[in-house]
């Protein structure tokens, strides 16, 4: 399994890296000390997972989760106990305390290896626009064809589904695992919180009003906000 560093200080960095030196399933693809080469790293190796620092200098690890375009298993390391809320919707594997300790790390990387797993099993059963997904609703089963449902945007454990009938419907699989699991032909995932179905996108524009961005889908009429991240993936997709 292929991992990336991603820390601020030199000392725990080394720590880290000499730690999982010991482990044979492991394979570090590099490692970064700021956000801009984390970036950078991540999409350029594509690690299977990171070990992301929360405080990097003056900035927050998190951010280059949203401003990277692969998006890799997550395991926080930082010195400060109070952000394991922040690690929990963001799907993190492990949290892990600084100093790294080999006990901890061992136990992080059987948690990370488990991740890993279920994700290939559900990617070996990847859907096909005809296929059926059911969401449970208010007065029953609501079913919807794969290549109806028009964009997902992760809730924290729940994921929104927004359909072509006009409907938002939850579901609480993991924006992870739709990641794995859609037509990757039809599905974008243009940014950790967003995936959507670039056939069925009507147009994007910015919006006047907001100054952000908009993706208006047909049919529904439903508009999705979309970051300069996203946008700028999105636009990426349909031009090629």
Do not use: C
Not at 57 to 65: D, I, S, Y
Not at 119 to 148: C, N, S, T, W, Y
Not at 151 to 172: F, P, S, W
């Amino acid at each position: 399994m292929r991992v990336a560093i991603i820390e601020d200080n030199e000392i725990d960095r080394l720590n880290l890296a000499t730690l999982l030196e010991d482990h044979e399933s492991i394979e570090i693809a590099g490692e970064a000390a700021t956000l801009e080469d984390a970036v950078k790293l991540i999409d350029k190796e594509k690690p299977d997972a990171i070990f992301l620092d929360i405080h990097l200098g003056r900035q927050k690890g998190f951010k280059v989760l949203e401003q990277a375009r692969h998006q890799p298993l997550v395991i926080i390391t930082t010195s400060h106990p109070h952000y394991a809320i922040q690690g929990f919707e963001i799907e993190a594997v492990d949290y892990l305390l600084k100093p790294v300790m080999e006990d901890t790390l061992a136990r992080a990387l059987a948690r990370l290896s488990a991740r890993e797993a279920s994700a290939r099993r559900e990617a070996a059963v990847q859907l096909d626009p005809a296929d059926v997904q059911m969401f449970k609703v208010a007065d029953g089963i609501h079913v919807v064809p794969v290549g109806q449902i028009q964009a997902i945007v992760g809730d924290r454990i729940y994921t929104r589904v927004h359909v072509r009938d006009g409907k938002e419907l939850l579901h609480n699989r993991p924006l992870r695992e739709w990641r794995k699991i859609l037509p990757g032909k039809l599905f974008k995932a243009l940014d950790r919180s967003t995936i959507v179905n670039i056939q069925e996108i009507e147009r994007a524009f910015e919006d006047p009003d907001s100054g952000g961005h908009l993706a208006t889908f047909r049919d529904s009429g439903f508009q999705l906000p979309l970051g300069e991240v996203a946008m700028k993936a999105l636009r990426e997709f349909l031009q090629g």
